[in-house]
């Protein structure tokens, strides 16, 4: 009734954990993972990365702002981790770099991946990310290379602040098996007490409750337009987002700020959809893009 087919993964039900929650530990992945379809680490460089110092999370009201600035242990350390994988979900690895030279190396060190997402939308780094995935020809470049050294599937995972439906279109052009949207917004807070932002990079990344609409366009947007699975992020807290999103046009629905209020979160929304979808006598593959019918 749960599962969903993801450009030939079999999910056991189409919740995922968006990156950078929770995914720098095989431990806490192998928690999330009992309960959710598929697990995306931590975005990954080939070096590692300090990040940028605290405050670099902060807790707003209807969302989560951060400028972690893509802090990561490098690929070799974090393949090791990624060893202690339980399997109990799929296990997608997003990758970070500047160019396809980047990417094409990092997707060999990970053996374990079931498919990889590639990050070409953090809006909070100077040299990867949104700086590379506004450029549809960029981004074309670094598919069609990492295409060409794996046959497992990968996902471009873009930004609301590109021409998103360009970048789209280059990435399924160039091969691309997936799109993930959406990361983070740009946004700011201020201390009024300090009179100084609160961020030490000054400007981070909005997520949380807050985009949902935004991302709900996007995946909307992109079901009319791609032939290619759409993977929903941004904003997604109860089992009625997820539920919208995939009428929307998702395959897969992930989840991200939503964990840092409730860690049984996966086990909640898995229940819900599965009373949901009794009630409507449905499995969950016959929500996907059902608003557009
Ligand atoms: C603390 C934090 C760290 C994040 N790190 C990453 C990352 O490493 N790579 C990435 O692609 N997205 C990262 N994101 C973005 C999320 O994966 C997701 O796209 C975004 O938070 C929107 O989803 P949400 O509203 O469900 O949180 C991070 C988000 C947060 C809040």
Not at 6 to 29: D, E, F, H, Q, T
Not at 215 to 222: C, N, P, T, Y
């Amino acid at each position: 009734m749960l599962e969903v087919e993801v450009c030939g993964m079999k999910l056991k039900n189409p919740l995922m954990l968006a990156s950078g929650i929770l995914g720098s530990y095989a431990s806490s992945l192998n928690l999330i993972a009992e309960n959710a379809g598929a697990v995306v680490t931590k975005s990954i460089g080939l070096e590692p990365r300090e990040g940028y110092r605290n405050p670099a999370v902060i807790n707003l009201s209807h969302g989560i702002l951060n400028a972690v600035g893509l802090a990561s242990p490098g690929a070799k350390n974090f393949s090791e981790e990624l060893k202690k994988f339980s399997k109990a979900s799929k296990l997608v690895v997003s990758l970070f770099g500047s160019d396809s030279e980047d990417f094409s190396k990092l997707v060999g060190c990970f053996d374990m991946a079931d498919a990889f997402e590639l990050n070409l939308s953090c809006p909070h780094i100077e040299d990867a990310g949104l700086t590379i995935g506004n450029d549809p020809e960029l981004v074309g470049e670094i598919v069609k290379a990492v295409k060409s050294k794996t046959s497992k599937p990968v996902f471009a995972k873009i930004s609301a602040l590109s021409n998103y439906l360009e970048v789209a279109k280059a990435a399924e052009e160039s091969g691309a098996d997936g799109i993930v949207a959406i990361n983070t917004l740009k946004g700011m807070a201020i201390d009024i007490a300090l009179k100084k932002p609160i961020l030490s990079n000054i400007s981070g990344g909005i997520s949380g409750e807050a985009i949902k609409p935004i991302a709900m366009r996007i995946v909307w947007d992109l079901f009319e337009e791609l032939n290619i699975p759409i993977i929903a992020c941004g904003g997604a807290t109860t089992w009625k987002d997820v539920v919208e999103f995939m009428l929307a046009g998702a395959r897969a629905v992930q989840i991200g700020s939503a964990v840092f209020y409730s860690q049984r979160i996966f086990y909640s929304l898995k229940e819900s959809l599965i009373a949901y979808l009794r009630r409507e006598k449905l499995d969950a593959e016959d929500l996907i893009g059902a608003a557009h019918r």
